[in-house]
């Protein structure tokens, strides 16, 4: 059975720093992309980043790029997400989905749950 865990959300005050994680069971991480979304109350879901198989390519939105990283620990079989100088417009609950192919793109066929980061004062 295919799952993603998302996990690592929480309350963070601006300036701040998280690091979420997607821990996959039921599939071999190593062999797809897999992506990180967002949505904030009230907004549509948005990408945020994405890494390819064996992180040959990496995706970041516009407004993360140099404030977020995207990595994978295929031992662990987790991909991970660093956000740094977090802002309060990054509060959202975090998704991650596996795309089924090995390059991102617009296609994913499972999602974890999600986790919710709020950055606040």
């Known amino acids: 059975q295919v799952q993603l865990v998302a996990s690592g959300g929480g309350w963070v005050q601006p300036g701040g720093s998280l690091i979420l994680s997607c821990a996959a069971s039921g599939f071999r991480m190593v062999y797809y992309a897999i992506g990180w979304f967002r949505q904030a109350t009230g907004k549509e879901r948005e990408g945020v980043s994405c890494?390819?198989?064996?992180?040959?390519?990496?995706y970041f939105a516009d407004s993360m790029k140099g404030r977020f990283t995207i990595s994978r620990d295929n031992a662990k079989n987790t991909v991970y997400l660093q956000m740094n100088s977090l802002k309060p417009k990054d509060t959202a609950v975090y998704y991650c989905a596996r795309s089924p192919g090995r390059f991102c793109s617009s296609d994913y066929d499972y999602w974890g749950q999600g986790t919710q980061v709020t950055v606040s004062s």
């Open positions: 890494i390819s198989m064996y992180a040959l390519s990496t």
